[in-house]
């Protein structure tokens, strides 16, 4: 019983920081372009005309 008075802080302490990195990933933009990355694997970057 003693260990939850330890496991249930650290718990607490360990979801914050989730959701506090969650929430930072959110407003530095990291989910702004969810499909650009797929779609720049498919592009081969032969947009210039040959001469």
């Not at 990291?30 to 694997?41: I, L, S, T």
């Amino acid at each position: 019983m003693n260990t939850l008075i330890f496991l249930i802080p650290i718990a607490l302490l360990l979801g914050a920081l989730g959701l506090g990195a969650f929430l930072w990933s959110l407003k530095s933009g990291q989910y702004d372009d969810v499909e650009g990355a797929a779609w720049r694997v498919l592009d081969d970057g032969d947009d210039r005309p040959g001469p």
